[in-house]
């Protein structure tokens, strides 16, 4: 037992004024015998007896009662969490990723939250000190204001889109307190506890600091989530039908019926799907539509509102340039002839402009690569220049090898091997007929190639001579020959491809160029290069690093996705190559421009992990590191009195000062009645 005001129990010295007064009180009579009062001596004996011991008992009760007055004003308690004096140091940790936006009858959570941290703020006096931080802003400064202060502070605080570091931020709360000389020291995380985004801690972090677990209540939901969007397309044609696949993952405990999910194109609604989804269950919805733009093509899935609106979208992007630029490269200018024609005939497209350069290798020094979509290789260039293809791949270039028609097979393996195609070696063929074997019709240079996809026929070419590829590995066969070699291999090399053709674009080394299926193939795998997009998702509150290599603009425009733009000085970074931005607040489309030129696109979406229902217990909490559980639903202020200082007992004792009392008024009188009849007898 503790007491909260200690000072007072020098008032238990009061305690001997009853006893100082029973002996001033006692007289000391003389004793008379007289004769005739023998006989009354035996009776007076049991009565006197009788009075002396209900007037101890008095005494007793008098000290008593004087004892638990005092006691009851020294606020006597059991022992609570922490000391009895002193301020109080607080931080107060706000758990404001989307899933706390969760709408419940009594409001959001984090509304919830905010409107019981103030309930606790009045527990606090004027002399403690409280810090107030978020999870997801959790490497900030943590500064120490009053009461007061800290009311304001929550009163700003908002729901983010970004994902929590629920452990960071407790530890961070944590070290801070380890620094404070007050002797009380406390923690308040207001959080649903989901376990994606909290792991409980093994031990307890810090004996000297109390942590309290401010759990929110019944956390069902009426929710749906956009978890992902994607393409099976890789070449996006202007005019043509593409498709997008959306996975809808239903959270709730209740089906989802009679649905609607929309499709947006650069904010267009371009289709709509109507959809029911069982409890607890995932379905996968497949848009249609057609393709009208080019540029940066800004894709997005969203759902009605629901219970928590932050996961209802989900976003996705590709680039669809207006231009196409392609090269050719040859060591003979006959090598190109059917080359050009068919990208020069099929090419063109409505609102997309096709730029065809033809260039000897003799000229490579004065060329830019870069600038090219998609480059054709007929032939070898020099060794030296190997790096410069090398470069243009890993960098998002997509290269085209064919043989050249001089059949210099030792500078097409040096060429080859220069860029990391892997094998056992080439081999020519010549001198007898081959055809083409197995087809991978899922690839995208296949895929949608042909209108009718039940009734694939391809007309196998003629080939007289070729280059095998013995033992390819590291790459994907598209079409192979009937001796198992490719005869059309992609390798992935950086963010870039290669498509490694084993002939000559001519006529004496296969009927290919007369084929059907030429042009088509070609007019694909150049558009293939064109659609430069990004395989990498980044989640609200993740940095993007941009390079910068090339750029000599000081200062780089970022447009975000709520259509505010921001600037960047490249000069304050300490490698002025390459520069972060980690304002990723909001989902969507940022796009990076050095002048009016476009560097970088990038998407950022919600952490889908942030929908998912799965929460800890109160039990759970309380048994990992010694957490302090505190239900908002049930919650008085002076739980918060007790939960810190204990149960406090002075109620009880002054109870017991009223019934001693009553028995102490009662035993008073009898005894005095007696005393007088004793009197009378004597």
Not at 371 to 392: C, H, M, R, W
């Amino acid at each position: 037992m503790t007491f909260l005001n200690p000072a007072i129990l020098i008032g238990l010295l009061a305690a001997g004024i009853p006893v100082i007064i029973h002996f001033l009180n006692l007289k000391k009579l003389k004793k008379v015998e007289f004769s005739t009062l023998n006989f009354l001596k035996e009776l007076q004996k049991s009565k006197i007896r009788k009075i002396k011991f209900r007037q101890w008992l008095l005494l007793l009760i008098r000290v008593i009662i004087i004892m638990f007055l005092v006691l009851a004003f020294a606020r006597p308690t059991i022992k609570g969490t922490i000391a009895e004096s002193g301020t109080i140091s607080s931080i107060f940790i706000f758990d404001d990723s989307y899933s706390m936006s969760l709408l419940t009858p009594q409001g959001s959570l984090f509304n919830i939250s905010k409107k019981f941290s103030k309930e606790i703020f009045s527990s606090f006096s004027s002399k403690d000190r409280i810090a107030v931080m978020t999870a997801t802003a959790y490497a900030n400064k943590i500064n120490f204001v009053s009461p007061t202060e800290a009311l304001k502070l929550v009163d700003e605080l908002n729901v983010s889109a970004k994902s929590v570091k629920l452990n960071d931020a407790l530890s961070n709360a944590v070290n801070k307190l380890k620094s404070e000389t007050s002797v009380n020291k406390e923690i308040f995380v207001f959080s649903d506890f989901q376990k994606s985004s909290f792991k409980l801690p093994n031990e307890s972090l810090d004996e000297k600091i109390k942590i309290y677990a401010i759990t929110l209540g019944g956390k069902n939901s009426n929710n749906l989530s956009v978890d992902t969007i994607y393409s099976e397309n890789q070449i996006f044609e202007l005019n043509k039908s593409v498709s997008f696949l959306a996975a809808v993952k239903n959270h709730s405990e209740s089906q989802a019926v009679d649905r609607i999910a929309s499709l947006y194109i650069n904010g267009r609604r371009a289709a709509q799907k109507g959809f029911s989804i069982a409890p607890k269950e995932r379905t996968i919805l497949n848009f249609e539509t057609v393709l009208i733009d080019t540029g940066i093509i800004n894709v997005q899935v969203t759902l009605e509102d629901d219970d928590i609106l932050f996961d209802n979208e989900r976003n996705l992007a590709f680039y669809v340039p207006g231009k196409i630029r392609v090269l050719i490269l040859s060591e003979k200018k006959e090598d190109s002839y059917f080359l050009s024609t068919a990208l020069s005939t099929s090419l063109t497209n409505k609102n997309q402009t096709v730029i065809l350069d033809e260039m000897p290798y003799a000229a490579l020094t004065s060329i830019d690569l870069k600038k090219y979509n998609t480059i054709i290789s007929i032939g070898a260039p020099e060794v030296s220049q190997y790096g410069l293809f090398s470069d243009y791949v890993y960098e998002g270039g997509n290269l085209v090898l064919f043989p050249s028609s001089f059949e210099k097979m030792e500078n097409h393996e040096k060429f080859c091997s220069s860029l990391g195609i892997r094998g056992k070696g080439f081999q020519r063929i010549f001198n007898s007929v081959h055809y083409t074997g197995n087809i991978n019709y899922e690839h995208p240079l296949i895929t949608d190639l042909f209108e009718n996809k039940e009734k694939v026929e391809i007309d196998s070419p003629e080939f007289y001579r070729y280059f095998r590829l013995n033992g390819f590995y590291e790459g994907e066969v598209i079409i192979a020959m009937d001796d198992g070699s490719p005869f059309v291999a992609e390798i992935k090399k950086g963010a870039g491809n290669i498509f490694l053709f084993n002939v000559a674009p001519v006529t004496n080394w296969s009927n290919l160029p007369l084929k059907s299926i030429f042009a088509p193939l070609i007019n694909r795998i150049a558009r293939f290069g064109s659609n430069f997009n990004t395989d990498e998702e980044f989640r609200t509150g993740e940095r993007i690093i941009i390079d910068l290599s090339g750029i000599t603009v000081p200062i780089i425009k970022v447009e975000k996705p709520d259509n505010t733009v921001t600037y960047l000085n490249k000069n304050e970074s300490p490698n002025q190559d390459i520069i972060s931005y980690d304002d990723t607040n909001l989902p969507g489309l940022y796009k990076f421009y050095a002048d009016t030129r476009l560097i970088k696109y990038a998407v950022v979406n919600t952490d889908p992990l942030e929908s998912t229902p799965n929460y800890y217990t109160d039990e759970e909490l309380k048994t990992a590191a010694g957490f302090i559980t505190i239900n908002s639903n049930s919650f008085k202020k002076e739980n918060i009195i007790q939960l810190r200082y204990g149960s406090e007992l002075w109620k009880y004792f002054v109870i017991l000062v009223i019934l001693l009392a009553i028995i102490e008024t009662f035993l008073s009188k009898s005894n005095k009645r007696e005393v007088i009849e004793l009197e009378k007898e004597s």
